[in-house]
């Protein structure tokens, strides 16, 4: 059986920084950091999250490809790479499709 690639947006590792930062690697070896709190509001499951411990409590879950925390919130690694890139979801779904 053929191993398949792992998609570049994957995400490979998580370590949480100041405030709501997160420093992020992804499959490709992009890596840089984002502002969480800019991406979402702290509503609805995002809510346990304006605390500080829970939100270091962030991990990367293999085989989605992106972080989770244990309340069961994650967020599309697809986001996370355009935010980390500074590239728009547009561009990045283009680029896919081409390849």
Do not use: C
Request: aromatic share 8%; proline share 7%; charged share 20%.
């Amino acid at each position: 059986m053929m191993k398949t690639a792992q998609p570049i947006h994957d995400i490979t590792s998580v370590r949480p920084a100041s405030g709501y930062r997160l420093e992020l690697s992804f499959a490709d070896g992009t890596h840089g950091e984002v502002d969480v709190s800019s991406l979402i509001s702290f509503h609805g499951i995002f809510e346990p999250l304006r605390d500080p411990a829970e939100f270091a409590s962030v991990y990367v879950d293999p085989e989605a490809g992106t972080i989770v925390w244990p309340n069961g919130a994650d967020l599309d690694p697809l986001v996370l790479y355009a935010a980390v890139t500074n590239r728009s979801i547009e561009s990045l779904l283009t680029t896919l499709a081409a390849s």
